[in-house]
Structures are given as C-alpha cells and as structure tokens.
T-cell receptor, first 112, second 112 residues
Framework: GAGVSQSPRYKVAKRGQDVALRCDPISGHVSLFWYQQALGQGPEFLTYFQNEAQLDKSGLPSDRFFAERPEGSVSTLKIQRTQQEDSAVYLC??????????FGPGTRLTVL | GQNIDQPTEMTATEGAIVQINCTYQTSGFNGLFWYQQHAGEAPTFLSYNVLDGLEEKGRFSSFLSRSKGYSYLLLKELQMKDSASYLCAVRRITGGGNKLTFGTGTQLKVEL
C-alpha cells in the first residue's frame, strides 16, 4: 500500500467507552500528525510525532486524549471516557521532513 | 494567535475559471498549502507556496503575497469533478515541527 491507512474507518462508541484509532503512515515518513475534523470545518491539529518522539501535543483537547508511536511507524490515538463532543473525523497525515502532508481516509467516530 | 479566512461557499460554471481567496494572520510563517477534499474523503495536496508569486500546476495555480497575508487558488477549465471543499492551510515553524493550521474550507459547486 502506497498511502496512509487508518482503521477502523467507522467507529460507534457509547458515551464513556474508550476507543483506539490506528494510523499506518507511508513507509519512511518520519513525521506523523493527527487532526480532528468536525463537520463543515477544516482539520484541527491535535499532535505531532517525529519518529517515536511526540514533539507537540498542544492540540489535544483534554487529558482524555493520548497518542503514541512507540516504534516510529504505526501510531495510535486513544480517547478515554468518550463524550459526545468527541464525535468527529480523525485524520492522520504523514510526511518526510518539510514536505507536504499526505492524509489517510480518516476514522469517523460517533459517540452516542 | 492565528486567523485564516476563506469564503464558505462558491458556485461556478463548468468550463469557467474560479478564484478562491485566503487571508491569514500568523507568526512564524513557513508556507501556505492548498488541499482539495471531496465529501467523506481525505484531503489531497494541490499546491504549496513559500515565496511570493504564482505557482502553476496544470489547471491549478496558486498565488502568495506574504506582505499582505494573502493567497488565492485559481482553477481553470472547471470540471464537474472539481466540486469539492478547498482548504487553505498555513504552516508555521514551531518548536515541535511544521504543523498545519487550516481554514474552514471553501465549498465549491460546479454547475452545468
């Protein structure tokens, strides 16, 4: 696969459940970004990894959100005790140093 | 803080030319990107400007004026498949990498 892949594509969670969203970046891309996109809005930055180091997590909306990339490749975004306001599309993007970001198809999270 | 403004909606005719404007205010500017996003799909890269002037890429061109905090995306010979949301995004130099800040997107509708 040449592109960024994300799983699951769709996730329905009951309020209070924990969810884990996976991102497989393009092979060799050292930079990995997570964004949150609400309906009708542009993506909003959540967090950034360079290899396994999380260099910027300023966009994470609360301490219920946690991201990791332990081996510098696959990344997981975890949301604990989901709330209705967490419903959105979660996009992952990867890039080489300084180049354009390539986006995955996203995970649409619906919290009931 | 940062502020990125672009029109919410635009309508144009097949075969025509349309210009989508974007204004921004930011510190640490390190480039402006345009992405296309069809409904339910990932944003795809269209163009990138870091220096003033016009970048042409087939039917798409993008212009940047850093002193004015202004960019536009020009789409020529419009096709029905160009109906999509067009996202303007500013890249900033930060301590943790080059994250993107997106506008809310301009929904372009191409009509016969």
């Amino acid at each position: 696969g040449a592109g960024v892949s994300q799983s699951p594509r769709y996730k329905v969670a009951k309020r209070g459940q924990d969810v884990a969203l996976r991102c497989d970046p393009i092979s060799g891309h050292v930079s990995l970004f997570w964004y949150q996109q609400a309906l009708g809005q542009g993506p909003e930055f959540l967090t950034y990894f360079q290899n396994e180091a999380q260099l910027d997590k300023s966009g994470l909306p609360s301490d219920r959100f946690f991201a990791e990339r332990p081996e510098g490749s696959v990344s997981t975004l975890k949301i604990q005790r989901t709330q209705q306001e967490d419903s959105a599309v979660y996009l992952c993007a990867s890039s080489t140093y300084g180049d354009e970001q390539f986006f995955g198809p996203g995970t649409r999270l619906t919290v009931l | 803080g940062q502020n990125i403004d672009q029109p919410t909606e635009m309508t144009a005719t097949e075969g025509a030319i349309v210009q989508i404007n974007c204004t921004y205010q930011t510190s640490g500017f390190n480039g402006l990107f345009w992405y296309q996003q069809h409904a339910g799909e990932a944003p795809t890269f269209l163009s990138y400007n870091v220096l003033d002037g016009l970048e042409e890429k087939g039917r798409f061109s993008s212009f940047l004026s850093r002193s004015k905090g202004y960019s536009y995306l020009l789409l020529k010979e419009l096709q029905m498949k160009d109906s999509a949301s067009y996202l303007c995004a500013v890249r900033r130099i930060t301590g943790g990498g080059n994250k993107l800040t997106f506008g809310t997107g301009t929904q372009l509708k191409v009509e016969l």
